[in-house]
C-alpha cells in the first residue's frame, strides 16, 4: 500500500518536472502516512526543484512536542532527502494564526499543485477539517476548532496523553485549496478507517463526512489496507 502510494507519487512528480521543470507536493501526517513517507524518501526524485506544502498543525504546540506535525515531517521526510527546494511549513505558534493562514495563502496561490498525499480521518475528516466542513470557502488556510472524535483519534494514536492535552484548534488546508492539487494520492490503512472509508467511496458527497468530496476529483487515488476496505461494497 504505502510503497505503491508513493510509486505514484514520484511518477507524478517527475512528470511535473519534466514539463514544467518543476513539482509541487502537499504532504500530509499521522499514521496514515507511515509507510508511504518511508518508501517517497527513498524514490528516484530530483528534490531540487520539489516545492511542499505543509497541510496542516495544531495551534500552541511546540515543535519539541512529539505530537509536533513540524517534528513529524522534518524527521520523517526533510531530513531524508537530498537538496529539497523548499519546504512552507504551518507555524503553529504563529503570534497571530490568521496572519499566518494568509501568509501561507499567498505562497500558495502562486504555483499550481501537482500531487496532494492526504489520508482520511476516522470521523472522515480530510486535513483537519471535521464534520461538518467547509466546502465553500476559497482561503487556502483556516483555523478550526477540533471536534470530539478528532481529538479522541489523536489520542487513541498516542500523541498526547489525556484528551484534555489535545489541542482545540489547528490551522488546516481548507477543503478547495485540498482539491485544486491535480493529483490526489489519499493512503488510509487500518479497520478503525473502514466505516469512514466506505462513506467517502460509496456514501453521498457530503460536509458531514468531508472526505466524500474526493469522489468529485477527477485524478485521486485511494490506497488501502484490506481492514481499512473491509466495509466496501
Known amino acids: 500500500m504505502g510503497a505503491a ?30 509507510e508511504m513517507l518511508s518508501h517517497l524518501v527513498k524514490a528516484v ?10 497541510l496542516d498543525e495544531y495551534l ?30 504551518v507555524d503553529g505558534e504563529a503570534a497571530d494564526p490568521e496572519a499566518e493562514c494568509r501568509r501561507l495563502g499567498e505562497l500558495i496561490a502562486a504555483r499550481p499543485v501537482d500531487v496532494a498525499c492526504i ?17 465553500e470557502t476559497e482561503a487556502a488556510y483556516i483555523v478550526v476548532t477540533l471536534d470530539e472524535a478528532c481529538r479522541r483519534q489523536q489520542l487513541g494514536e498516542g500523541w498526547f496523553p489525556t484528551l484534555e492535552a489535545v489541542p482545540a484548534q489547528a490551522i488546516s488546508m481548507g477543503i478547495r485549496q485540498i482539491m485544486k492539487s491535480k493529483a490526489i494520492i489519499c493512503t488510509v490503512p487500518d479497520a478503525r478507517k473502514a466505516q469512514a472509508v466506505k462513506g467517502a467511496v460509496e456514501g453521498p458527497v457530503t460536509n458531514l463526512l468531508p472526505s466524500s468530496i474526493l469522489q468529485e476529483h477527477p485524478q485521486c487515488d485511494m490506497y488501502m489496507d484490506e481492514p481499512a476496505a473491509a466495509l466496501l461494497s
Open 119 to 135: 489520508g482520511i480521518g476516522e470521523n472522515g475528516h480530510l486535513a483537519f477539517n471535521d464534520p461538518p466542513a467547509d466546502f
Open 5 to 34: 502510494a508513493a510509486a505514484r507519487t514520484a511518477e507524478l512528480l517527475n512528470a511535473a518536472i519534466a514539463e514544467r521543470g518543476e513539482a509541487t507536493l502537499i504532504l500530509a501526517t499521522g499514521m496514515s502516512q507511515f
Open 60 to 89: 500552541g504546540v511546540p515543535e519539541s512536542h512529539p505530537a509536533s506535525f513540524r517534528k513529524y515531517l522534518k524527521e520523517r521526510f526533510v531530513q531524508q532527502v537530498s537538496g529539497l527546494r523548499v519546504f512552507y511549513f
Open 45 to 54: 526524485v530530483d528534490w531540487s526543484k520539489v516545492t511542499v506544502f505543509h
